[in-house]
C-alpha cells in the first residue's frame, strides 16, 4: 500500500521568510497530491491540492510542486504570516479507489 | 451546510466500557471516512464508506472495532470493550468522489 514519508517534523520562521515542506511517497498509482492544514482544535482543512497531470500550481501565498519522477512532492509558503502557524499534513491517493494516506504532519511556527 | 458533524466531542470513559461515536456527513457525499489521530501513528484511515457500503475496512485495528452506515447521513463508530490504548482523536470526513475530503472537528477520546 501507500506509503508517504514527511520532513521536518517541526519547523519555525520569522514572520516574512519562506516555509517549506517536503513529501515522498512510495505508489506510482498515486495521481492526487492534497495539503491539509490543522489548527488547534480542530480537523484538517485543504489548503491546496496538485493532480499528477501538472508539475506546480499557485494559488497567493501556497504554491506546490510535484516531481512524478522522484515521487516527491513540496509545499512553498511565501511571505509567512503568524497566523500561518499550524500543523500541515501532506497526503497521496489513487484516485481510483479513493483511499487518502497521510504524511506524519509539520508543526509550522511563525514567530512575529 | 453545516459540514461534517461529530458527537460526542469528548468523552472519558473507563477501560471495558462500550464507546459509540456518530457522525452526520455532509448532505450529498458518498464517501465517508473515519480516521484515528494519535501523536504516535498521525492520521490512521480506519475504514471508509461509499453509498453507505463499507468498501475498505483494513484499518480497523481489531475485532473491538466496529462501524456502521445505516443511511446516507448517520454513521457510527463503536469500541467494544475500550481500552487504554484507544485514547485518540477519532474524525469523520466526508467527500464526493474528487479527492477533497471535509473533515468535522472530531472526537476526543480518553479511556481510564
Known amino acids: 500500500g501507500e506509503n508517504v514519508e514527511q520532513h521536518p517534523s517541526t519547523l519555525s520562521v520569522q514572520e516574512g521568510d519562506s516555509a517549506v515542506i517536503k513529501c515522498t511517497y512510495s505508489d506510482s498509482a498515486s495521481n492526487y497530491f492534497p495539503w491539509y492544514k490543522q489548527e488547534l482544535g480542530k480537523g484538517p482543512q485543504l489548503i491546496i491540492d496538485i493532480r499528477s497531470n501538472v508539475g506546480e500550481k499557485k494559488d497567493q501565498r501556497i504554491a506546490v510542486t510535484l516531481n512524478k519522477t522522484a515521487k516527491h512532492f513540496s509545499l512553498h509558503i511565501t511571505e509567512t504570516q503568524p497566523e500561518d502557524s499550524a500543523v500541515y499534513f501532506c497526503a497521496a491517493m489513487n484516485t481510483g479507489f479513493q483511499k487518502l494516506v497521510f504524511g506524519t504532519g509539520t508543526r509550522l511556527l511563525v514567530s512575529p | ?112
Open chain 2, 1 to 112: 451546510d453545516a459540514g461534517v458533524i461529530q458527537s460526542p466531542r469528548h468523552e472519558v470513559t473507563e477501560m471495558g466500557q462500550e464507546v459509540t461515536l456518530r457522525c452526520k456527513p455532509i448532505s450529498g457525499h458518498d464517501y465517508l471516512f473515519w480516521y484515528r489521530q494519535t501523536m504516535m501513528r498521525g492520521l490512521e484511515l480506519l475504514i471508509y464508506f461509499n453509498n453507505n457500503v463499507p468498501i475498505d475496512d483494513s484499518g480497523m485495528p481489531e475485532d473491538r472495532f466496529s462501524a456502521k452506515m445505516p443511511n446516507a447521513s448517520f454513521s457510527t463508530l463503536k469500541i467494544q470493550p475500550s481500552e487504554p490504548r484507544d485514547s485518540a482523536v477519532y474524525f469523520c470526513a466526508s467527500s464526493w468522489n474528487t479527492g477533497e475530503l471535509f473533515f468535522g472537528e472530531g472526537s476526543r477520546l480518553t479511556v481510564l
